[in-house]
Nanobody, 121 residues
Framework: QVQVVESGGGLVQAGGSLRLSCVAS????????MGWYRQAPGKQRELVAT???????NVADSVKGRFTISRDNAKNTVYLQMNSLKPDDTSIYYC???????????????WGQGTQVTVSS
């Protein structure tokens, strides 16, 4: 199986910064895209940012200019640097990894358990 584990969440004041990390491990042949999503209470899960294996990024307009996504392919790790945080950024942040477990297998999305980010005003 594939395990996805996030870390780096916490409580921060508005205007502050946090850096989230996500590591994918287990039986992995290759990884395609990796990304971050978030879900606030009572709201649907929404895309924050994704990054392809080649480094192409897609960032939500709501965080553009404040959040930066990056990855280390050798470590199967994706990062989310979050600056100028706002109370509206308060959510559980989930990592998603698109991977396949062997050559020829279907690409499958794997989710982590999430990490809480709370921004106080």
């Amino acid at each position: 199986q594939v395990q996805v584990v996030e870390s780096g969440g916490g409580l921060v004041q508005a205007g502050g910064s946090l850096r989230l990390s996500c590591v994918a491990s287990g039986r992995i042949f290759s990884i395609n895209a990796m990304g971050w999503y978030r879900q606030a209470p009572g709201k649907q899960r929404e895309l924050v940012a994704t990054i392809s294996s080649g480094g192409t990024t897609n960032v939500a307009d709501s965080v553009k200019g404040r959040f930066t996504i990056s990855r280390d392919n050798a470590k199967n790790t994706v990062y989310l640097q979050m600056n100028s945080l706002k109370p509206d950024d308060t959510s559980i942040y989930y990592c998603n990894t698109i991977a396949r477990q062997f050559l020829g297998a279907a690409w499958t999305g794997y989710w982590g358990q999430g990490t809480q980010v709370t921004v106080s005003s």
